[in-house]
């Protein structure tokens, strides 16, 4: 009896992973990143990689960059590199934020400042508040190129704080 009983449970287990799967097959690139941040928020790292894959496989920049900051993380830095591209080719600022700081530390691609500072220019006109943040540190220890400002370095901070304080009042409505 108990072999039966395991036997209908493997199954009902793989006729359950199979509806799962056709399901997750049909869902369109945004549903499959919205379960993706729901797997994460609670911490299920694999389920949420699977739909970031997915998503970020039918082009979803969003979460291609998300994609590259988890493998970025991780240390794997060819992938993350490729989904950041991708991403900010879409005009994604996560996207090119990522790309900024990649070459503003030499993850994955030869070290230049340069370059870092232009794809964290291209998010800051995007709002971007990480590369706001960037912006900042930047100016204040006069890193990337830039002169020690602490004036700008202030502007910037101040400016990345009001984005904040405007996403935190939407998202609390």
Same mark, same amino acid.
């Given at each position: 009896?108990?072999?039966?009983? %395991?036997?209908?449970?493997?199954?009902?287990?793989?006729?359950?992973?199979?509806?799962?799967?056709?399901?997750?097959?049909?869902?369109?690139?945004?549903?499959?990143?919205?379960?993706?941040?729901?797997?994460?928020?609670?911490?299920?790292?694999?389920?949420?990689? %699977?739909?970031?894959?997915?998503?970020?496989?039918?082009?979803?920049?969003?979460?291609?960059?998300?994609?590259?900051?988890?493998?970025?993380?991780?240390?794997?830095? %060819?992938?993350?590199?490729?989904? &950041?591209?991708?991403?900010?080719?879409?005009?994604?600022?996560?996207?090119?934020?990522?790309?900024?700081?990649?070459?503003?530390?030499?993850?994955?691609?030869?070290?230049?400042?340069?370059?870092?500072?232009?794809?964290?220019?291209?998010?800051?006109?995007?709002?971007?508040?990480?590369?706001?943040?960037?912006?900042?540190?930047? &100016?204040?220890?006069?890193?990337?190129?830039?002169?020690?400002?602490?004036?700008?370095?202030?502007? &910037?901070?101040?400016?990345?704080?009001?984005?904040?304080?405007?996403?935190?009042?939407?998202?609390?409505?």
């Amino acid at each position: 009896m108990n072999s039966i009983n %395991t036997r209908l449970l493997a199954r009902c287990t793989l006729w359950m992973g199979a509806l799962f799967a056709a399901a997750s097959l049909h869902a369109g690139p945004a549903e499959d990143y919205a379960k993706a941040k729901e797997a994460l928020a609670v911490g299920d790292l694999t389920t949420g990689m %699977t739909f970031l894959r997915q998503a970020a496989t039918q082009n979803h920049a969003k979460a291609q960059a998300q994609l590259g900051d988890i493998l970025r993380s991780a240390e794997v830095s %060819t992938e993350a590199i490729a989904m &950041y591209q991708k991403s900010a080719a879409q005009g994604e600022p996560a996207g090119e934020f990522g790309l900024g700081r990649a070459y503003a530390d030499g993850f994955g691609v030869k070290q230049d400042p340069a370059v870092a500072l232009e794809w964290y220019r291209k998010a800051e006109q995007k709002n971007y508040p990480p590369a706001l943040d960037a912006l900042a540190r930047a &100016y204040r220890g006069g890193a990337l190129g830039l002169p020690k400002d602490p004036v700008k370095a202030r502007e &910037y901070e101040e400016r990345a704080a009001r984005l904040a304080t405007t996403a935190a009042g939407g998202a609390s409505r």
